[in-house]
């Protein structure tokens, strides 16, 4: 309450009177004057917070949409499980059971088709580029109904279409010394690679295939 208003409660008094003598109006003026810009003042400081703090909560909010995007609060990640594919490939929900026999969920964006399309699983790779199985063949081919894998090309090949997705199952596994990655235990970490091996053309295959590692991964055997 400025002294004017209190002046203005003794108006009819002798209170009034002596304070009337000694605050003139231009006094009350500029005190009113003061408050209003009080007033103001608070008004845009309060604007000026909610600006600042509203630009920082929104950027939170980006680095944070960025992250779940990115898996960060994915419970397979938290674990140490993760599936980095490529540009134009997918590779998620990664798992392996305690012999080294791989499953996760393939799927490729990169406007052709994928013909005759086989899957290797290898630590390193060789001294030609190509995943280090030792003497193994290490392509494992799933037909074009079932994602479940085996060591020779089927006769209905599975053809890997832009935009489609398959679960592979049973893949093996191989450690960076080229032999099979088999723990016998629950909770072993694997590290290493998923390869695509594939033919740009469509047919019963006998040349001209196509390899590239699609994928980082990193999995505990459950």
Do not use: H
């Not at 490939?89 to 490729?108: D, H, I, K």
């Not at 990169?110 to 190509?130: D, E, I, K, L, R």
């Amino acid at each position: 309450m400025t002294l004017c208003c209190v002046m203005m409660s003794f108006k009819n008094s002798k209170t009034f009177k002596y304070l009337l003598s000694i605050t003139s109006i231009k006094d009350c003026d500029k005190m009113n004057n003061i408050a209003r810009a009080g007033k103001k003042f608070r008004l845009q400081s309060a604007m000026e917070y909610l600006m600042t703090y509203g630009w920082a909560i929104l950027i939170i909010a980006v680095v944070l949409g960025v992250l779940y995007s990115l898996g960060i609060f994915n419970g397979n990640t938290a674990l140490g499980t993760s599936c980095i594919s490529i540009p134009g490939y997918l590779c998620q929900n990664p798992s392996m059971t305690s012999a080294g026999l791989l499953s996760f969920t393939f799927g490729q964006n990169t406007n052709t088709n994928a013909y005759n399309v086989g899957f290797a699983c290898a630590a390193v790779a060789s001294s030609t580029g190509m995943p280090n199985t030792g003497a193994t063949n290490p392509w494992m081919f799933p037909s074009s109904t079932s994602g479940a894998v085996s060591g020779t090309i089927p006769a209905n090949t599975y053809t890997a279409l832009p935009g489609g997705q398959l679960t592979i199952t049973g893949l093996q596994c191989y450690g960076s010394t080229g032999s099979a990655f088999n723990p016998g235990a629950i909770g072993a970490t694997y590290t290493g690679k998923i390869w695509l091996n594939y033919t740009s053309t469509s047919g019963t295959p006998s040349s001209n295939w196509l390899t590239n590692p699609i994928a980082t991964l990193t999995v505990r055997t459950t």
